[in-house]
């Protein structure tokens, strides 16, 4: 969708922290329409859900990478012209560097994949990079990973407000080529560059959920609480 065509942000008329969950018997039921989102520490992901939740405080930011130590959902409820009410944001564990043991960061993975495999609402993943640091293996091994499971994935750029103009147009020409378009029920999309801080790609990553979200619709008329 060309940019001028994108539309803004939805209203947030309440978002609210919903659960927090350390094993998947703590997750609450299904219901709604969730979007997780992943990245490694210090990636920026408690600001751009905060951004996301039109609130200056939902997630909880820190100095100290990998504070997140469970699955923190985090409950939306948007306003008229959203293809739903509400809306939850799951806001997964930060992979990669974090001051916790080794034993809790390997206690992550089959959280997260244990999450990912059993949520019939989950609409997107989407996958956070560090713009000014580019794709690593942990996080190509997350996408990739998504798509052997057909888990519609959304690579988002962070930080972009810190690159050049050129930087941005390199990385945003680079990133088509790495992550090409595939068919299938695992979609793929051309990556997004999104600042928290300036709000640059918001209605852009915005967009992308709502298109998500849609997609699933049908199948969310099963879903126990769908909207």
Known sequence: MPRDQVP????????VFLAEARDAKSLPAAGGVEIAIAGRSN?????LLNRLASRKALARTSRTPGRTRGIVLFQLT?????????????DLPGYGYAKVSRSERDSWQPLIE???RGRPTLALFVVLVDARRGIEAEERQLYEWLGSENVPAQIVYTKVDKLTANERGLLRERSKQLFAS?????????????SADTGDG?????AAIFSAV??????????????
Do not use: F, H, Q
């Open 78 to 90: 948007l306003g008229r012209g959203a293809p739903v009410r509400d809306l939850r944001l799951c």
């Open 114 to 116: 244990g999450y990912t």
């Open 43 to 47: 990636v920026g992901k408690s600001t």
């Open 8 to 15: 803004p942000p939805p209203e947030v008329n309440d978002a």
């Open 182 to 194: 595939k068919g299938g029920s695992g979609r793929r999309a051309a990556p997004l560059l999104v």
């Open 214 to 227: 849609t997609a699933m619709t049908p199948s969310l008329a099963a879903a126990p609480g769908s909207a």
């Open 202 to 206: 918001i209605p852009e990553l915005w």
